[in-house]
């Protein structure tokens, strides 16, 4: 089967994450969702993505290919649906397109082909990322789900003796450092990926996944359900948060119920609420509407986009949304919605886009990644897309 994961109309409501990446590169669980999908497709995966984003990302789409939804998470129930997916078929979920059988090559005239398809509903039960939260709502189930898919792939080895062990479903890679840490896995598995090193002093709580490279500092407090992406530092409070990747949290401070992009950094002792004096629901600005929405959860903290930055004793207001490239400081909260590109803290100013990049640049090549210029022509795109909010 030849697949397409597409970014439908799940893009724009997944910024500012998905400013800098498609849909199906977001992370969470273990794995991001094209990941996990590889887990089920034998053939190559092709991205379908916004325009500006295909030049790194996006891909020809092969004739004849199924299209599937990247905001979703596969699973094997998912699955039985798509292999009965006939030829002019749309699979649905509640009115939801969850996959195109085919997907066409072009998009002209796509609404009046896809109006000969028949839509078929589905029964299946999976998981898919629709808003911004979800992906921390969610991420409890999606790391049990991604232990499943890998761990009969990974060389896993026993527990070091100065570790304190609770539970059965302790899983460190060979390669991993792991002393003097306690090991709670009674209330959801724990896994710790090749290269990664968890400091002595630390209490991880599961379900809690840190992937390769990924480092928590000396006496972290971990709470699940936490996922920390590749190459980030993590110490202090962490409680069921999501950090994508290539980002740090490296001192003491709260981050709670909280989605953090890639190339971020978090100031010492920056703090985040994640619940309201009053108790009700959180409210988070939504760039589809244009305003604040009803999140519907008690507990939601920050929403970061890739390459921001608060410095030391940053305070983030419950349900705060931070673009791209951000920098952000002073000592009142921030603003609630903070737009990519902006300086300073309750009345920013605008982040000048050759200073955001060399910065960009300076903090990629401590990982001996570079700058491309795939990735300034997308952060350029970026910057003219977000100005109107900086206005």
């Given at each position: 089967m030849?697949?397409?994961?597409?970014?439908?109309?799940?893009?724009?409501?997944?910024?500012?994450?998905t400013?800098?990446?498609?849909?199906?590169?977001l992370?969470?669980?273990?794995?991001?969702?094209?990941?996990?999908?590889?887990?089920f497709?034998?053939?190559?995966?092709?991205?379908?993505?916004?325009?500006?984003?295909?030049k790194?990302?996006?891909?020809?789409?092969?004739?004849?290919?199924?299209?599937?939804?990247?905001?979703v998470?596969p699973?094997?129930?998912?699955?039985?649906?798509?292999?009965?997916?006939?030829?002019?078929?749309?699979?649905?979920?509640?009115?939801?397109v969850?996959?195109?059988?085919?997907l066409?090559?072009?998009?002209?005239?796509?609404?009046e082909?896809?109006?000969?398809y028949?839509?078929?509903?589905?029964?299946?039960?999976?998981?898919?990322?629709?808003?911004?939260w979800?992906?921390?709502?969610?991420?409890?189930?999606?790391?049990?789900?991604?232990?499943?898919?890998?761990k009969?792939?990974?060389?896993?080895?026993?527990p070091?003796?100065?570790?304190?062990?609770?539970?059965?479903?302790?899983?460190?890679?060979?390669?991993?450092?792991?002393?003097?840490?306690?090991?709670?896995?009674?209330?959801?598995?724990?896994?710790?990926?090749?290269?990664?090193?968890?400091?002595?002093?630390?209490?991880?709580?599961?379900?809690?996944?840190?992937?390769?490279?990924?480092?928590?500092?000396?006496?972290?407090?971990?709470?699940?359900?936490?996922?920390?992406?590749?190459y980030?530092?993590?110490?202090?409070?962490v409680?069921?948060?999501?950090?994508?990747g290539?980002?740090?949290?490296?001192?003491?401070?709260?981050?709670?119920?909280?989605?953090?992009?890639?190339?971020?950094?978090?100031g010492a002792?920056?703090?985040?609420?994640?619940?309201?004096?009053?108790?009700?629901?959180?409210?988070?600005?939504?760039?589809?509407?244009?305003k604040?929405?009803?999140?519907?959860?008690q507990?939601?903290?920050l929403?970061?986009?890739?390459h921001?930055?608060?410095a030391?004793?940053?305070m983030?207001n419950?349900?705060?949304?931070?673009?791209?490239?951000?920098?952000?400081?002073g000592?009142?909260?921030p603003s609630?919605?903070i737009?990519?590109?902006s300086?300073?803290g309750r009345?920013?100013?605008?982040?000048?886009?050759?200073?955001?990049?060399?910065?960009?640049?300076?903090?990629?090549?401590?990982?001996?990644?570079?700058?491309?210029?795939?990735?300034?022509?997308i952060?350029?795109?970026?910057?003219?897309?977000?100005?109107?909010?900086?206005?």
């Open positions: 030849n697949i397409t994961l597409f970014d439908g109309i799940y893009h724009k409501n997944l910024l500012p994450l400013y800098t990446k498609p849909v199906s590169k992370r969470v669980g273990i794995l991001t969702i094209k990941e996990k999908w590889e887990h497709i034998e053939n190559p995966i092709q991205i379908k993505t916004q325009d500006y984003l295909s790194k990302f996006g891909d020809e789409i092969i004739e004849n290919s199924m299209g599937i939804n990247g905001s998470l699973n094997d129930d998912l699955m039985s649906s798509l292999l009965e997916l006939k030829n002019n078929q749309i699979l649905t979920k509640k009115g939801n969850i996959a195109i059988n085919p066409p090559t072009s998009t002209e005239n796509l609404s082909i896809l109006s000969t028949k839509k078929v509903e589905t029964k299946a039960d999976f998981l898919q990322i629709e808003n911004v979800d992906i921390f709502k969610l991420n409890d189930q999606a790391i049990r789900e991604d232990i499943e898919l890998i009969d792939t990974k060389t896993f080895v026993t070091s003796e100065t570790n304190q062990i609770l539970g059965e479903e302790v899983f460190i890679e060979e390669g991993a450092k792991v002393e003097c840490v306690i090991l709670n896995s009674t209330t959801g598995p724990i896994y710790i990926a090749k290269d990664a090193e968890v400091m002595e002093g630390s209490m991880l709580r599961g379900p809690i996944a840190l992937c390769e490279n990924g480092v928590i500092k000396m006496g972290a407090k971990i709470y699940g359900a936490t996922t920390i992406g590749p980030s530092k993590v110490g202090g409070e409680n069921n948060c999501v950090i994508q290539y980002s740090n949290k490296g001192h003491d401070g709260f981050l709670g119920n909280s989605v953090i992009g890639e190339w971020c950094n978090l002792d920056s703090n985040n609420s994640n619940l309201k004096n009053n108790y009700q629901s959180v409210d988070v600005y939504n760039y589809v509407e244009e604040y929405v009803d999140t519907e959860l507990f939601c903290g929403i970061m986009g890739d921001s930055k608060s030391i004793n940053t983030f419950t349900g705060t949304v931070v673009g791209v490239s951000a920098n952000i400081y000592a009142d909260f609630k919605f737009p990519s590109y300086w300073g009345k920013p100013l605008e982040y000048k886009f050759e200073k955001a990049m060399d910065t960009a640049k300076r903090v990629m090549e401590r990982r001996d990644i570079a700058l491309t210029e795939d990735d300034l022509e952060l350029q795109i970026v910057w003219d897309l977000s100005k109107k909010y900086r206005k």
